[in-house]
């Protein structure tokens, strides 16, 4: 009996790395589970195994509900393991969120994607074949070409160990890494170099970046928090021997450090702990609750867009129509729980109810953006600093506007449209045969 559930695990493990594309025949299976059971039991033979002995194995395991064996379609090919780590709705989220980032170029995208074949069901690799032609036909044009995988590495090691990163940055984004220019020091016109301690990789709108403190970005001794978009830093990035510095010195911390009550027999456990720790076993334990303790969902709820300034967070009143509380609550990943809608008593002028909430933000031009998106769905009540703020920001365009309008006019050439368009069409055609412009003869 113990040789045979040993031998049932042999086989459980032989089939672990099948799949469609890679069954074993039971002549295979037989072998390897043979050799395994000598290099576990050396100079004992193992009890017959036959394929009959494998397929009554395999049928049991299938019945027990935990595995999914499937035989192929000629079955003189064998067996492999039907279990797929994503199924295809879990797929199709996946990967449209690959195929989206720019932070990932074309061909991590397509590596990654690559990953999933046999991974999936055949619905979801169906749906990899279609989003596989159009990476190579269609390549999203705000996709970086460079590589930024090494880059996300180098941040988690990072994170993980403890460690400053060091790295320089472009001032801005494009697909052609040589469009590229470094951020550089005014006054010597060197590269600037930051030296910071990490924290989180976080993604919004696509984007992804790095929430980390840097030392030139303190003002009058006090230490804050900083963001770097990851599709910026460059790929000279290096882990330092120094230490992080921790979140809890940041002036941010305070305020977004989520406070729980630790019941004391937990407490007597972790102070016994801390006693056979050295002094660096100890801090390094510290900094890595702290990172734990900080509500980075509150933080990226009032930091809008990832803009962070010196502005401190206010609460701000809006008044807005009901049908708008929904849009408001996914923007700052609220809900009735954790927002409270006041009515006020009065009405817009086709008589709907307005109604009253308080979001609490940092009053930054992410926030200002967000406002002007919405344009008259939402207004802001209260305070008058940011009411007042918000209505010179749509003076402003107005006057853009209106500057325009009084100075000449620059209308559409409808011709040299229609021709730029069709030599527009002509790079796209030859994009999607799969030809580099620069290339065709």
Request: hydrophobic share 35%; net charge positive; with cysteine.
């Amino acid at each position: 009996m113990a040789d045979k559930s040993v031998q049932i695990l042999l086989l459980m493990d032989a089939l672990k790395n099948t799949n469609r594309e890679n069954p074993k025949t039971s002549k295979r299976l037989i072998q390897d589970v043979q050799a395994a059971w000598e290099e576990i039991f050396p100079g004992e033979p193992p009890a017959t195994l036959s394929p009959a002995t494998i397929g009554r194995h395999i049928k049991a395991m299938n019945k027990s509900g935990l595995y999914h064996i499937a035989t192929c379609k000629n079955a003189k090919d064998g067996y492999y393991c039907d279990n797929f780590p994503f199924e295809s709705a879990e797929f199709a989220l996946i990967a449209q969120a690959l195929y989206r980032s720019v932070a990932i170029s074309t061909k991590e995208t397509n590596d990654i994607l690559n990953k999933f074949f046999n991974h999936t069901d055949d619905l979801g690799e169906g749906y990899l074949n279609i989003l596989l032609k159009q990476l190579r036909r269609t390549a999203p044009r705000r996709k970086p070409e460079r590589e930024t995988l090494p880059i996300i590495r180098s941040i988690l090691d990072a994170v993980w160990n403890q460690r400053q990163l060091r790295f320089t940055y472009y001032e801005k984004n494009d697909r052609d890494i040589s469009k590229m220019e470094m951020r550089t020091d005014e006054n010597t016109g060197e590269p600037v170099v930051y030296k910071v301690s990490p924290y989180y990789l976080v993604w919004n709108a696509d984007e992804c970046y790095l929430i980390a403190h840097y030392p030139g970005h303190d003002k009058n001794g006090v230490k804050r928090l900083s963001h770097f978009k990851i599709s910026l830093i460059s790929r000279k990035i290096l882990i330092m021997e120094e230490p992080t510095c921790s979140i809890t010195e940041m002036q941010e911390y305070p305020r977004y450090c989520m406070r729980r009550t630790t019941p004391e027999y937990v407490a007597v456990v972790k102070r016994k702990e801390a006693a056979n720790l050295t002094k660096e076993q100890a801090k390094s334990i510290d900094r890595r609750a702290a990172l734990v303790q900080f509500s980075l969902d509150r933080y990226m709820r009032e930091n809008v867009f990832m803009f962070h300034d010196d502005s401190p967070v206010v609460d701000v009143r809006l008044y807005f129509k009901e049908n708008f509380a929904q849009i408001l609550m996914e923007q700052f990943n609220l809900d009735r729980n954790t927002i409270k809608l006041y009515p006020t008593g009065r009405t817009f002028p086709n008589g709907e109810p307005i109604i009253s909430a308080i979001i609490t933000v940092q009053a930054n031009e992410g926030f200002y953006m967000w406002l002007m998106q919405q344009g008259n769905k939402v207004t802001v009540a209260e305070p008058e600093s940011v009411r007042q703020n918000l209505k010179q920001k749509y003076l402003d365009a107005l006057s853009a506007i209106e500057e325009y309008e009084q100075g000449p006019k620059d209308p559409i050439n409808k011709e040299q449209l229609a021709k730029d368009r069709k030599d527009m069409e002509r790079v796209e055609m030859f994009r999607e045969m799969g030809i580099p412009m620069g290339r065709r003869r």
